[in-house]
């Protein structure tokens, strides 16, 4: 049997990976094989689903989405076919950009405190508990949680009041998210920087932060993209409307969520057509986002 030095920089060469699997027992080749094609159909049974899902709703979405859908009011008749969808289409980028900038940066300060300061301390325990509980919190609890606190003390619904509303549902992703990235930072790592100087804050920024963008962005993005998808918090708290509307403190909102469930539920055609291209919208809005977030991840993080 070929003895091989597993702890130099690199691990086995192919050829040495070769040798080792020829060395394995019957037994364990054939339980290596029934794990491999066992995570192979478990992928086919979570993707072919999904995969049937998008093709789905972009070949009747496909159908109706155009210049015109992405930019003209939302016809005032469910019964009317045509465009569009163009109010929608800048709630959903006004209020969830809104939402990202209150939640995702407090997030991360949060899961820094946890995992940099706070480890286990009694404030630190709190708050994990309490990210927990607001993780399995409904999100028409959320918005009525902000439309009791918001809405009826200021007499409006607005779009920041949704905004409000999806910042609370994205909070908590974001630190639980974070704070796993962070822990999946060598603390080597850290122990070099604090040696050659550097304090803990510098550290953090310069040095943990860098290496666990990657991941952080990615919890940013799940968090982004449920935040995109709600709808009931946005139904409670920011009324409708079936014009543009830019100001966020004043005037109903809409997003292509709300009207996503709106227009499905009615029986004709043409809001049924306009639900299918809000979903094709809303889906390739998302699919925008997580690329230029990571094309930027991917600038900043640290390479290896």
Known sequence: MTVIDLTRDGGPTGSERISL??????????????????MFLSFAVAAIP?????????????????????????????????????????????ITAAASVMAIPLGILGAIYLNEYGKQNRLARTIRF?????????????????????????????????????????LPIVIRATEEMLKLVPDELRLAS????????????????????????????????RAAGETAPIVLVTGLTFQTNWNLFEGNNTTLAAQIFRNASQPYEGAQLRAYGAAFTLILLVFACTIAARLISNRFATKR
């Open 194 to 225: 604090l040696a050659l100087g550097a304090r803990r804050w510098r550290t953090t920024l310069t040095v943990v932060l860098p290496a666990a963008l990657p991941g952080i962005t990615s919890g940013a993005m799940l968090a982004v993209a």
């Open 21 to 38: 699997e020829a060395n394995l027992s019957p037994k364990r080749r054939a339980a290596d094989v029934a794990a491999t094609i066992a």
């Open 130 to 170: 309490m990210t927990d509980v607001m993780t399995g919190v409904p999100s028409v609890v959320m918005g009525v949680f902000i439309y009791v606190v918001w809405v009826l003390r200021f007499k409006a619904q607005t779009g920041f009041a949704g905004a409000l509303a999806l910042a609370c549902l994205m």
């Open 50 to 94: 999904l995969a049937l899902i998008i093709g789905y709703v972009f070949s009747k979405g496909g159908q109706v989405v155009d210049l015109k859908f992405l930019t003209e009011e939302i016809p005032n008749s469910y019964r009317r076919v045509g465009p569009g969808m163009g109010p929608a289409v800048v709630g959903t980028v006004i």
